[in-house]
């Protein structure tokens, strides 16, 4: 299947830093989506995406679909301790044939917040 | 409080046990998947189910069956599994229309000795 890369694979931070993450990926994608898993818990959905270019926020969060429609970005800004977790980046697969249900997911980027 | 149910949360089994992991969704989804979470790896799609028939099995071994009763109900059962088997397995459901969203379970976490 098709493969997301993401960067960082892991982030140390201070509380009060901003931090960024990114999502690539070799082949178009039509939908870019972030979720979080909290440690013991399952991913949940933060943002998601559906137009290239689009830039979308949810609280301190911002996440935006690159214009080549082949990366995404994730910003958290003035981090806070409950911030630490996983990041995925994921999208439909696009060699799946237009199926909405089968997803490909990055590895994760595990952030730290230092108190 | 996702509205995704999973149990149990810890699971630990010898390899010639059976076994089954229950998920339960409270949300009025249509689709129900099964997910496997292993150390450093992407999540991987194991199975799919669309209005309770499955629609996707991802070349996984058959000592995972899976099962959907209903469209609220996924079952996932184990049996004659490896210690390579061990992981965290998702369940997660969503409207089929809505492209990628996603609402998982907490997970039950496999041990096989």
């Known amino acids: 299947g098709q493969q997301l890369n993401q960067s960082p694979q892991s982030m140390f931070i201070q509380e009060g830093e901003d931090v960024s993450m990114n999502c690539t990926s070799s082949?178009?994608?039509?939908?870019w989506l972030w979720y979080k898993q909290d440690p013991g818990e399952g991913p949940v959905l933060l943002i998601a995406?559906?137009?290239?270019?689009e830039l979308t926020s949810n609280g301190r969060l911002t996440a935006q679909f690159g214009i080549t429609r082949k990366d995404s970005f994730l910003n958290i800004s003035a981090s806070i301790p409950s911030d630490v977790g996983i990041y995925f980046c994921?999208?439909?697969?696009?060699?799946?044939?237009?199926?909405?249900?089968?997803?490909?997911f990055g590895k994760g980027t595990l952030l730290t917040v230092n108190p | 409080e996702t509205g995704v149910t999973q149990t149990p949360r810890h699971l630990v089994m010898g390899m010639t046990n059976k076994k089954s992991l229950k998920c339960e969704q409270h949300?009025?989804?249509?689709?129900m998947y099964w997910y496997k979470q292993s150390a450093k790896k992407p999540l991987e799609l194991m199975f799919v189910?669309?209005?309770?028939?499955?629609?996707e099995n991802n070349s996984v071994p058959s000592r995972f069956s899976p099962e959907c009763p209903n469209s609220s109900h996924l079952f996932l059962h184990l049996h004659t599994l490896q210690p390579e088997d061990s992981a965290l397995y998702l369940c997660?459901?969503?409207?089929?229309?809505?492209?990628?969203?996603?609402?998982f379970g907490e997970g039950s976490r496999l041990t096989v000795l």
């Open positions: 997660a459901s969503s409207r089929l229309q809505d492209t990628g969203e996603l609402f």
């Open positions: 082949s178009i994608f039509n939908t």
């Open positions: 995406l559906y137009k290239a270019g």
């Open positions: 994921a999208g439909p697969d696009p060699n799946s044939g237009g199926s909405n249900y089968k997803l490909t």
């Open positions: 949300l009025g989804h249509n689709a």
């Open positions: 189910y669309s209005l309770e028939e499955r629609v």
